[in-house]
């Protein structure tokens, strides 16, 4: 695979990663990070990312910081530490951007372009925020790619046997079930079912909330409300919960977690593995319907399913493990990785996408429906104007729907018809005809949606367009095919044509819907500067550490063989070095590079003169003290 | 006389829906056929028409295809779709029936 992984290299779910605004900073300083400065460390980001502030209410109290939204509903960020409100999709690049310079220094060559997985059951948008995250951090993204998917293809790459394999993905924050069949190197998807608001971090919740609770019992104080001995919490929550992967019983201990008029207080308790069934139990029962939706979607029994493969970190809590057992009837298969297998199929399809692997192929799906808002009651209103229909042959009839009325916003009546059903395999186009409501209608709206909700308002709304000029007839009369496209990127456009005039308006749904083209391209320049900032302060660093051993070498080597060389140089020397010492204190990064230039040269000197006077000496002090 | 039973027998098999696999009585069925490669004789069977998708899905997903011949093999990949869920969707009926 690493063959496959030259120019493009794959990134692993993003949402594990934590990311503090002070400095980039690997998971454990972020967490540690996180107890000590909680309002301006995020987590979780990929759960508000792409996302409106009421899709997200609940989530935007489970958080340390503040989660805030923008004029247009958005969901920003709040950065009290420096006075600036976030979006996800710059956090998410900040972690995007730290992924891709390890992975840059692994390989030891420059890394452009990337696969990025995402739960498979998000939504247009949220993909979309996605890849705009991925472009803030300077990437070109060659596809976003689903998470079990992507698992599977990881499973299933050196495999050759025909398999109908069921991928369980509990993750931190989203849950997601896929059915695929995996033959001859085709992967398969054949349905795909989830909960983007279920996961680890949901376990977590519990154990916090059962700990605070008891607390409040006990000392009558409310720590949910202390962000500070939240977090400590959460933290002893998650540390909790993995401990109980292995164990039977764990114990919480959090000393001093505040303190009242009586003196300090601890949290000292033990929690057993059924305590946390028991606290999670509703969590789990969550995690069975999306497993029935998906095979009920596949239209197959659980006695069809060869494998059923883990993938998740959460997959690891025994509990979970035994609802995947009970409901299936099969052991789960835990050969794989559960926290890895994702990248790794994300690696497999990078190969597929650059040439390199050309006897694999995933045929994925879209996870939601996509249609356009129609008049509610069709069928009533057809009934009461028969001359709606009057006009179109047979088997045209049944596609006909009316389109909404001449206003230009969702009515709440309206309806949703779908164009490309669910679990439809990508790249798909798909049409209907539809007709118009109204005597003399000229104009019509279209809304794309994205959902299963019958009503068109609780879907998802990616966009709208205005087909306008529609020669005056009754209504029921004129007829509009309405296309839906999605190529194999994974771009969504919606064409509508007026039959009788060949008017065509078309919608391409490119920009995220929570961010703009320019706001975007403001963050990839915003982005590009904090990275040269990062790249100056990391200098800095490196210079001085140099410059620190620099003068310890120095010093040591003066002690060692300082008699052997005469006392102007080493005067010189010993000049240099309280130059040197001076710089760092307070120099810049030149500076400090300059000074040490200048005492090596001198080194140097004392060196050779130094080897002159005695051989013997001279090569015990190696050919360059700092070599 | 003997060419006549032929024509007799022929036009029999045209207007027949047995299972013996006589398909011109449904050109959309045949054109679907043609799109993944079967035979327009052969019985209609599971296993045939998936390996078939698989294979036209592995010549033409346009993840497979560069920029110069994405736009065509993206067309050709929808329309084997097409054809495979139209026929298994038929055998799929027929199970039920």
């Known amino acids: 695979m690493a063959s496959s992984a030259a120019q493009i290299h794959a990134l692993g779910g993003i949402g594990i990663a934590t990311y503090s605004s002070s400095s980039k900073s690997n998971l454990n300083s972020a967490k540690r990070q996180a107890v000590v400065n909680p309002e301006n460390t995020f987590s979780s980001v990929k759960r508000f990312i792409g996302s409106r502030?009421?899709?997200?209410?609940?989530?935007s109290k489970q958080v340390s910081y503040r989660v805030v939204k923008d004029e247009n509903e958005n969901v920003k960020?709040?950065?009290?530490?420096i006075g600036k409100q976030f979006a996800a999709e710059e956090i998410s690049?900040?972690?995007?951007?730290?992924l891709v310079d390890d992975a840059s220094s692994f390989l030891d060559e420059k890394v452009t372009r990337a696969v990025i997985t995402v739960p498979a059951y998000f939504n247009d948008s949220q993909r979309r925020a996605t890849k705009d995250a991925g472009r803030i951090a300077g990437l070109d993204v060659l596809r976003i790619i689903n998470e079990p998917t992507a698992a599977s293809l990881a499973y299933g790459f050196e495999r050759k046997s025909n398999e109908t394999i069921l991928v369980f993905d509990l993750g931190g924050g989203t849950f997601d079930v896929s059915v695929l069949e995996v033959s001859e190197g085709v992967f398969q998807v054949l349905s795909t079912c989830g909960d983007t608001h279920l996961g680890g971090d949901d376990f977590d919740k519990r154990?916090?909330?059962?700990?605070?609770?008891?607390?409040?019992?006990?000392?009558?104080?409310?720590?949910?409300?202390?962000?500070?001995?939240?977090?400590?919490?959460?933290?002893?929550?998650?540390?909790?919960?993995i401990e109980l992967s292995s164990l039977t019983q764990t114990n919480i201990s959090l000393p001093f977690i505040t303190a009242t008029a009586d003196g300090p207080k601890h949290i000292e308790t033990t929690l057993t593995r059924t305590k946390f069934r028991e606290l999670c139990s509703d969590l789990l029962d969550r995690c069975k319907t999306p497993v029935?939706?998906?095979?009920?979607?596949?239209?197959?029994?659980?006695?069809?399913?060869?494998?059923?493969?883990?993938?998740?970190?959460?997959?690891?809590?025994?509990?979970?493990?035994?609802?995947?057992?009970?409901?299936?009837?099969?052991?789960?298969?835990?050969?794989?990785?559960?926290?890895?297998?994702?990248?790794?199929?994300?690696?497999?399809?990078?190969?597929?996408?650059a040439g390199d692997v050309s006897h694999i192929v995933l045929l994925d799906v879209t996870p939601l429906s996509l249609g356009t808002n129609t008049v509610g009651d069709v069928r009533k209103r057809c009934r009461e104007c028969t001359t709606s229909t009057?006009?179109?042959?047979?088997?045209?009839?049944?596609?006909?729907?009316?389109?909404?009325?001449?206003?230009?916003?969702?009515?709440?009546?309206?309806?949703?018809?779908?164009?490309?059903?669910?679990?439809?395999?990508?790249?798909?186009?798909?049409?209907k005809?539809?007709?118009?409501?109204?005597?003399?209608?000229t104009r019509v709206r279209f809304h794309v949606l994205q959902g299963e909700r019958e009503f068109a308002r609780d879907n998802k709304c990616l966009g709208s367009f205005l087909l306008d000029g529609i020669p005056p007839a009754p209504r029921g009369v004129p007829k509009i095919d309405v296309k839906f496209d999605i190529d194999a990127n994974g771009i969504l456009s919606a064409t509508a044509t007026d039959r009788a005039t060949g008017n065509k308006q078309e919608i391409t749904i490119t920009g995220s819907t929570t961010l703009s083209k320019d706001e975007v391209e403001k963050m990839v320049k915003e982005a590009e500067r904090f990275a040269k900032d990062d790249k100056q302060?990391?200098?800095?660093?490196?210079?001085?550490?140099?410059?620190?051993s620099v003068v310890y070498q120095t010093e040591k080597q003066l002690k060692e063989f300082g008699e052997k060389i005469p006392g102007e140089v080493k005067e010189k020397i010993e000049s240099k070095l309280q130059e040197l010492e001076d710089k760092i204190g307070s120099g810049s990064t030149q500076e400090i590079k300059d000074s040490m230039a200048a005492l090596n040269q001198v080194m140097q000197i004392g060196q050779s003169m130094c080897n002159q006077a005695g051989p013997e000496a001279g090569a015990g002090a190696g050919p360059s003290p700092w070599r | 006389r003997f060419n006549e039973k032929e024509k007799e027998e022929k036009e029999d098999g045209y207007g027949s829906s047995k299972s013996n696999g006589s398909v011109l009585s449904d050109p959309i069925e045949a054109s679907h056929r043609e799109t993944l490669g079967l035979s327009p004789w052969a019985p209609l069977k599971l296993e045939d028409v998936k390996h078939a998708y698989r294979t036209c899905a592995l010549k033409w997903h346009p993840d497979l295809h560069d920029d110069s011949t994405k736009a065509e093999a993206e067309a050709r990949f929808k329309l084997c779709v097409v054809a495979y869920q139209s026929l298994i969707q038929k055998l799929q009926s027929a199970k039920i029936t």
Do not use: H, Y
């Open chain 1, 53 to 59: 502030m009421d899709e997200v209410a609940e989530e």
């Open chain 1, 207 to 241: 154990v916090v909330d059962w700990l605070a609770s008891n607390f409040k019992k006990d000392e009558g104080i409310d720590l949910l409300k202390d962000k500070q001995a939240l977090q400590r919490l959460t933290e002893a929550a998650e540390k909790a919960k």
């Open chain 1, 537 to 548: 302060k990391r200098e800095a660093i490196d210079t001085k550490n140099q410059a620190d």
């Open chain 1, 77 to 81: 960020l709040d950065c009290p530490a």
């Open chain 1, 390 to 431: 009057r006009n179109l042959r047979g088997s045209e009839r049944a596609e006909v729907l009316q389109v909404q009325r001449r206003n230009e916003t969702l009515r709440t009546d309206s309806v949703m018809s779908k164009i490309i059903p669910r679990n439809t395999t990508l790249p798909t186009s798909k049409s």
């Open chain 1, 93 to 98: 690049a900040q972690v995007l951007r730290k």
């Open chain 1, 292 to 353: 029935e939706n998906s095979l009920r979607d596949a239209r197959l029994k659980f006695k069809d399913i060869d494998e059923v493969i883990l993938v998740g970190g959460s997959t690891r809590i025994p509990a979970v493990q035994e609802v995947v057992r009970k409901l299936t009837g099969k052991e789960p298969n835990v050969t794989v990785n559960p926290d890895e297998v994702v990248a790794l199929g994300a690696a497999v399809q990078a190969g597929v996408l």
């Open chain 1, 433 to 441: 005809v539809f007709t118009t409501v109204d005597d003399g209608q």
